[in-house]
């Protein structure tokens, strides 16, 4: 029995960014930006806490879950996960942005922000009806553009902000207008009631209802940067500052495709849409056969780092979009390839949120973009190199670090589910990643460099080896976490 109120994790992140912006108003002078800090980190991790205690105490809510606020709203196992990775990856940025805009200012509106972010991700994975689901999209989104452009003297992040505001207004409204074809096909936004609608007959308006769908997982594939919607992610990683960079390519994908599993599976049901002539399971494999080879391919080209891991999440996310192609209207193993596909965001979470904090590294140390400029980091900073060495081998899948296990247990599901195929596509995929990983690594300690760092900044350090943990920890706790992903998601298709 939860005592508890199931939406706690999500109010905490949304008080603790009116704590911020009411701090940061009583007390503007404030330039330490210690308290400021110290109240993101802390109520970061008090969701954290709580929904990672929602999700290991019988509660009821992982295979349960609850309905809230006329069924707009749902608690279960899948929303817990997501907040719970959410508050994780927000703790390592807010305590990473400390040292990283240290002198730069205005830190209460950088942290509110963030946090504002995140509380919309949250509702966006707790979604139980259409409209929640936009109101949420935009809550997250809203900030991100703020967040993208935060560095107002420095013109590539006014460019990038402006870029990834356009994009997301465009892609916002074909989100919207899908919602609108839906409503006048189904007659509701409620999720059930949208399957209901599905599974008793659209009565002649399969088109209008076709359409819809279609639009709804473009702007889904525009939140976790797939293609053909991928084009906004390299210029806003790159433009953004680093803490961002880290921040929207694990949270912000998370939350996408988190709305994407919530939708899809509730919301149209597999077989009741495919007798109406929608097949987004065929959809959802063509987009993950694109976005991983156009995302590994274009980050094999690249000399910057962090437009070489932009590239990079990109192809992650043809990855985790195995979780939704894999799917089938009769299979058992649809819960268990969700799940992985969920247990491997989480991994993400750590290995890439670390790697662009390394970035943000490098960059407060002054150290150039380009792969050469890292050169002989690996003598002169070996913690850090040793970090960013086991990230950037955890991304490519080297066993036996957590993103093996990850891609070990997708790739899995997906060949139980019959798409071998698709998966000999990813192993493809997955090992020319390690080609462009590895040209990092190269740099960091096999080739010789001459850097002046005297800077030893504190919170950055930290906020590295907590990633570093949270991945080597993932290598004999990855049992727990793909246990409670799948339970999470088999209790979507009950």
Do not use: C
């Not at 209008?208 to 210029?235: D, N, Q, R």
């Not at 939350?255 to 929608?278: D, K, M």
């Amino acid at each position: 029995m939860v005592t508890v109120p199931p939406m706690t994790p999500t109010f905490l992140l949304g008080f603790t960014a009116l704590a911020v912006l009411l701090y940061d108003s009583v007390w503007p002078e404030e330039t330490d930006g210690s308290v400021l800090t110290g109240i993101s980190v802390v109520g970061s991790l008090a969701s954290l806490a709580t929904a990672g205690w929602f999700l290991t105490a019988d509660t009821g809510l992982v295979s349960g879950g609850m309905s809230l606020y006329a069924d707009a709203v749902v608690v279960d196992g899948m929303s817990l996960f997501f907040t719970a990775l959410f508050a994780a990856v927000t703790v390592l940025v807010t305590l990473a942005s400390y040292d990283y805009f240290a002198g730069k200012g205005n830190r209460g509106e950088l942290y509110g922000l963030v946090l504002l972010a995140a509380t919309g991700m949250s509702l966006m994975a707790s979604a139980n009806s259409l409209a929640t689901a936009f109101i949420a999209l935009e809550l997250a989104s809203l900030p991100s553009y703020a967040l993208v452009a935060f560095l107002k003297g420095d013109r590539g992040s006014s460019e990038a902000g402006l870029k990834y505001f356009l994009i997301g207004a465009l892609s916002s409204a074909i989100f919207v207008f899908g919602i609108s074809l839906v409503y006048a096909a189904t007659g509701s936004l409620v999720l059930p009631d949208v399957a209901a609608a599905f599974q008793g007959g659209l009565g002649g308006r399969d088109g209008v209802a076709s359409v819809g769908v279609l639009l709804i997982a473009g702007g889904v594939a525009y939140k976790t940067a797939s293609v053909p919607f991928h084009f906004w992610a390299p210029e806003a990683y790159e433009g953004a500052p680093a803490p961002v960079s880290a921040f929207l390519s694990s949270a912000s994908k998370a939350a996408g495709f988190a709305l994407a599993f919530r939708v899809f599976v509730e919301g149209f049901p597999l077989g009741a849409a495919a007798s109406a002539g929608i097949d987004w399971a065929l959809l959802f494999q063509v987009l993950a056969v694109a976005t991983m080879v156009l995302g590994n391919f274009a980050a094999a080209t690249q000399e910057k780092v962090k437009r070489m891991l932009a590239y990079s999440s990109i192809g992650h996310a043809g990855y985790v979009l195995i979780g939704l192609a894999a799917i089938s209207a009769q299979a058992s193993t649809n819960g268990d390839v969700m799940g992985a596909a969920m247990a491997h965001l989480f991994v993400y979470g750590f290995m890439n949120t670390g790697a662009f904090l390394f970035v943000a590294l490098a960059e407060n140390w002054g150290v150039g973009r380009r792969f050469e400029d890292y050169n002989g980091l690996g003598a002169e900073k070996p913690f850090a190199a040793v970090a960013m060495t086991a990230f950037l081998f955890s991304l490519a899948g080297v066993p036996p670090l957590g993103g093996f296990f990850s891609k070990l247990f997708l790739f899995t599901g997906a060949i139980d589910a019959g798409l071998w195929w698709l998966v000999v596509i990813a192993v493809i995929n997955s090992s020319l990643s390690l080609f462009y990983y590895s040209r990092v690594v190269r740099a960091l300690w096999f080739e010789e460099g001459d850097h002046d760092l005297d800077s030893a900044p504190t919170a950055l350090y930290a906020a590295l080896a907590i990633a570093l943990v949270g991945t080597v920890a993932l290598l004999p706790g990855f049992g727990p976490v793909i246990e409670i992903a799948q339970e999470a998601a088999t209790a979507l298709f009950a």
